[in-house]
């Protein structure tokens, strides 16, 4: 089977074959960032405009490297949500008229269930169960993962995001926009010399609260010196307490759920600090650790074709299916 993959859901627009027999990934990604930031974020509707001329090309591009059209394609998937309600709905039409011309079935695929499946194409095959830590721009979830399909939610933020937090904090350092992998790259710079607070450190659940920390950093950075070691050090000692946020809550739920294998999902799962913590983790605890391969961790569509290859098509495929809120869990009906 060879799946087409189209992802608009936000500010990436990506297209994406999957051939499951060769177990081959062919796909393009096309960051909208330049668009965005002058603007210190996400405005939807350029995003939205974006999409729209960027799709076409960036198949075509794709199709040099492998066959794309009715003979070739035996199905499409594509980003149902939840994202940007006329982002989604661009990729949505896109995937969904590409279907009715070739007469191909259509699978509409929730955008954090194609973040889990990407770890399929690191070094190792996902085995389910497993416990996932999603971490993204948008959300931060810890998930029980009893099959695919079957989700269960032991937590989440009540507030921002770790991404968000990640941007915020960025943004507070002069560090533009999307400034988490630039706060990651400064912190390599300084040393986590600062000490700030681990919300919900000792409350029972599995939430995550991330908003008091950047109230917190604003903070710091009012009273400290305006140097760029300043800084390195302020941005280590933040992703450093982000950090231990995640592996506190992460340890608890393993140890809750019992489970011996975490799949670590979304943007921020590229962060190498988290990575060396949860390798050293899984290493004493014995634990299988999967990852995406880090090009797969941000916005992509090989992970929508790898979600498309295991979920089935709709039965209305001329309904353009669009779900900008859509909580994963109600997968499992
Ligand atoms: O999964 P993703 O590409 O998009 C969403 O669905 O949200 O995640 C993007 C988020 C952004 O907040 C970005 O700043 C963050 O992931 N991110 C990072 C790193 N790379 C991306 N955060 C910390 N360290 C990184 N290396
Ligand atoms: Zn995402």
New binding site residues.
Partial sequence: MRVLAIET??D?TAVAVYDQATNQMYHRVHSQIETHAVYGGVVPELASRDHFTKLSALLADLGKETPIDAEHIDRIAYTSGP?LAGALMVGAAFATGLAYAWDCPVVPIH?LEG?LMAAQMGEHPIDFPFLALL?????TQLIEAEQFGVYHLLGETIDD????A??KT?KLLGLGY????A??ALAEEGDAVYELPHPLKHQSGFSFSFSGLKTAVRQLIQKSPDDRNTHANIAASF?KICVDILVHQLKRAMKHTGQTRLVVA???G???R?RAELKALAEAEDWTLLYPPAAY???NAAMIAIAGSYRSPTDAPLTVHVRPRWPMMTLND
Wanted: net charge negative; charged share 15%.
């Fill in positions: 859901s936000c990436e994202g955008h973040h971490v993204s721009g948008g959300h995001a770790v991404g968000e990640f941007d960025a999307p400034g988490g992998p706060l990651a992703q979304g943007g921020v590229a962060n190498k988290l961790c941000t916005d």
